[in-house]
């Protein structure tokens, strides 16, 4: 059974940074992309990040290029996201997805979500 | 950045009743379409992938059609569980992007 969970979340003042974890299991983690995506309470999805298998090929959205990066472990089946210099903005619940495929991008099992919180 | 719009925003339907979702892409997305289901405090779960192919578990009274621009998600006949709020999500361009959003309730 493939499982995703996510930790790492929290209250964090503006301009602080917060990493986050999604361990994977039930599947073969390593040939298979994941992205983050996160949802403001309330509101709709917004892709995050993302990665391919290996590890290479990350790629971000616009909103947080040059303050977050994603990556991976394969060899502890864990996917990361390290944010830096957060701001109102960036709360949201943040989910770590599994691709359906090797790199299709779309996002067949999903973790339950992890809230962080950026508020002084 | 490719936009998805969705419509409409809120669709009032009953249990039993056929159910058609719009899914507008601003820029052509070929057939490199999904569309996902979320309900309240819970992950979204993938429907449909490259615009028509059912995932894995999804029942048969899901379908989506549509290439280009123009998608559309049909539900036959509501069930009950059904009622949910549905995204669509394009994967041709990056920044992946999704809509906005139909919440399908309960009339």
């Known amino acids: 059974e493939v499982q995703l969970l996510e930790s790492g979340g929290g209250l964090v003042q503006p301009g602080g940074s917060l990493r986050l974890s999604c361990a994977a299991s039930?599947?073969?983690?390593?040939?298979?992309?994941m992205s983050w995506v996160r949802q403001t309470p309330g509101k709709g999805l917004e892709w995050v990040s993302a990665?391919?298998?290996?590890?290479?090929?990350?790629f971000y959205a616009d909103s947080v290029k040059g303050r977050f990066t994603i990556s991976r472990d394969n060899s502890k089946n864990t996917l990361y996201l390290q944010m830096s210099n957060l701001r109102a903005e960036d709360t949201a619940v943040y989910y770590c997805?599994?691709?359906?495929?090797?790199?299709?991008?779309?996002?067949?099992?999903w973790g339950q979500g992890t809230l962080v919180t950026v508020s002084s | 950045e490719i936009v998805m719009t969705q419509s409409p925003a809120t669709l009032s339907l009953s249990p039993g009743e056929r159910a058609t979702l719009s899914c507008r892409a601003s820029?052509?997305?070929?057939?490199?379409l999904a569309w996902y289901q979320q309900k309240p405090g819970q992950a979204p779960r993938l429907l449909i992938y490259?615009?028509?192919n059912r995932a894995t578990g999804i029942p048969a009274r899901f379908s989506g059609s549509g290439s280009g621009t123009d998608f559309t998600l049909t539900i036959s006949s509501l069930e009950p569980e059904d009622f949910a709020v549905y995204y669509c999500?394009?994967?041709?361009?990056?920044?992946?992007?999704f809509g906005g959003g139909t919440k399908v309730e309960i009339k």
């Open positions: 039930g599947f073969t983690f390593s040939s298979y992309a």
């Open positions: 820029q052509s997305v070929r057939s490199y």
């Open positions: 999500q394009q994967r041709i361009n990056w920044p992946l992007t």
């Open positions: 990665i391919s298998g290996s590890g290479g090929d990350p």
């Open positions: 997805a599994k691709d359906i495929g090797v790199t299709s991008y779309y996002f067949d099992y």
């Open positions: 490259d615009a028509s």
